[in-house]
């Protein structure tokens, strides 16, 4: 499976910007749909966005729509989540998720989905 690593968390004023980034090593990069989740203190962990494996597809989280932007450079074996205009309630910690397919187009966003996992990282917002 493949290993991740997240970076790029910190500190940002609502409204502010951040951009987390996720490194992935160990496997074949290209075969592999990604994902973002966040998890808030005494909250689940929840789905913010995906890409395709081809990253021709993504998808978002209602709550993070218009504001986030997913995407993957599979020659740097990175996906990235922009993020802007942020809010209080972004605060969480951001999680990098991948999983092996076969198909080009699929994205996934159940926790079930996906089987690679990174150590997380702090994204906190002041308002």
């Known amino acids: 499976q493949v290993q991740l690593v997240e970076s790029g968390g910190g500190v940002a004023q609502a409204g502010g910007s951040l951009r987390l980034s996720c490194a992935a090593s160990g496997g074949t990069f290209s075969n592999y749909a990604m994902g973002w989740f966040r998890q808030a203190p005494g909250k689940e962990r929840e789905f913010v966005a995906a890409?395709?494996?081809?990253?021709?597809?993504?998808d978002y989280a209602d709550s993070v729509k218009g504001r986030f932007t997913i995407s993957r450079d599979s020659a740097k074996n990175m996906v990235t989540l922009q993020m802007n205009s942020l809010k209080p309630e972004d605060t969480a910690v951001y999680y990098c998720s991948g999983r092996q397919v076969y198909v080009n187009n699929y994205v996934f966003f159940r926790l079930t989905d996906y089987n690679s996992w990174g150590q997380g990282t702090q994204v906190t917002v002041s308002s």
């Open positions: 890409v395709s494996r081809s990253g021709s597809n993504t």
